[in-house]
DNA sequence: CGTAGGGTTGAGGTTAATCAAGTATGGTGG
DNA sequence: CCACCATACTTGATTAACCTCAACCCTACG
């Protein structure tokens, strides 16, 4: 059991780095949890206990809206820590999470993880990089919010998503969505009638094609030329 | 003129608890700037070489899209500090900063500050609260352009600026905008134009009263029960 | 075979951006 | 002191994006 977790924690960019004392004080500290397709991990507003390692499955953050819409702000998928940024704060989650499918997770105490902190400068500024990178999704995030299209912010995470796995976007290349799309279309801020639209419009004009959950990429350059800047 | 720097870091909730010692540190690492009205302080995408503290003035942190249009992601008025989080990024500023008006700002040296952070855990962990309000603050903007109107968003700043001068929000408060309306409108992610209409509906609904940047509070109640969650 | 969940499509209405023009104000130069 | 201009802001008409509501398709599954 310890051990999973402890393999687990070398995987993540934000644990690799420490030594053996701080990864064995963590792992006893920390707990793994698996929960259910749909089972909360945390409600906005709730106090701040602990943050996140995704093992296996996915876990979506998000916000309600007073009407019950929900929008997602970050899907974590195995390897990635979230709430991260919230063990900081003085009030609760600034948002709730909850599993997409049924998911295993180390749940890592807030206490335990900042008293690491006070004796160890490095691990805190990997903490603060980490926390910057979250910051810059952020800024991202509401600029394509507040001046592009639903069809843009698409093809900008058909083509981010195209570069997680190839290295640049060429004709031909073909991946799995890996989420489903009406949770792709809360994340991009719109929903799923509008979103299905988009993917409609694009293979229309021969930008791509979709079986499924499997995008397949025809006209790249016109792709990357929708979400080129300056 | 170093008295100056060290009495403005001591405003700042930021250096406020530093050491003597540190703060001699930072103050002969840092300088003071004055830009004047509509001077770059930086552009997004230029190497991250330091963070600043506002001393007078008003500085606008926006983004540009392709074709021009701005949005302005914050604006940073004296004793605050801004673009803390883009020197622990790998890319540089992920936005663009300009004077609003003629403004004094003191320039931190991202290395000088980092090298501080070696030392002193406790710095580091108050720059990682500091980071957290930034990221609330993210998500909270994120929320809302993804899910109200702008009348909402609009009801919703001033409610919080009137936070700001008085605790609470009643029937005939009175408070300067502080901001030329463009520059809020972009804020609030619009056009003056939509804003202007949205401002004027306020006024015929009788909710509150705008007479040039002064804006009167007129039926708390509504308002406050137009920004409500759940 | 019936139902549920994920997804798509269509018609219609609302919000807000665009385009165009107009008002108010303050400063500048004659 | 006034004519001129720039800037900030406002207003109106038009258009485009996208949300809502409703229906429908498809596949999986009990």
């Known amino acids: 059991m310890n051990s999973r ?3 687990a924690m070398y995987t993540s960019p ?4 420490l030594g053996e004392s701080d990864i064995d ?4 500290a920390a707990s793994i949890r698996v929960y259910g397709k749909r089972e909360a991990l945390f409600m906005e507003g709730d106090p701040v206990e602990s943050f996140y390692l995704v093992v296996s499955g996915q876990i979506k953050v998000y916000k309600l809206s007073a009407d019950g819409k929900e929008h997602v702000l ?3 998928l195995p390897n990635q820590t979230f709430a991260e940024g919230a063990i900081f704060g003085f009030a609760g989650y600034p948002a709730s999470a909850e599993a997409v499918e049924s998911s295993e997770v180390i749940v ?3 206490e335990t993880f900042i008293s ?3 004796d160890d400068p490095k691990l805190c500024q990997r903490m603060l990089k980490e926390i910057a990178i979250w910051l810059r999704r952020m800024t991202d995030i509401i600029f394509s919010l507040a001046f592009k299209d639903v069809e843009t912010r698409l093809v900008g995470y058909v083509v981010s998503q195209c570069h997680n796995e190839y290295q640049d976007v060429q004709n031909g290349m073909r991946f799995n969505l890996g989420i489903e799309k009406a949770l792709l279309a809360s994340y991009l801020g719109t929903i799923p009638e509008t979103f299905s ?3 409609r419009k694009l293979q229309n004009n ?3 094609s979709v079986d499924g959950p499997i995008v397949t990429i025809l006209d790249a350059e016109k792709l990357l030329s929708m979400i080129e800047k300056d």
Chains 1, 2 share one sequence.
Do not use: E
């Not at 934000?14 to 780095?17: A, E, K, Q, T």
């Not at 004080?25 to 006893?28: C, R």
């Open 74 to 76: 970050h899907l974590a």
């Open 14 to 17: 934000l644990f690799s780095g």
């Open 108 to 110: 890592i105490p807030k």
């Open 197 to 199: 639209r988009a993917l």
């Open 5 to 7: 977790i402890k393999q």
């Open 25 to 28: 004080k963590l792992t006893s």
């Open 116 to 118: 690491l902190l006070d």
């Open 206 to 208: 021969k930008l791509l």
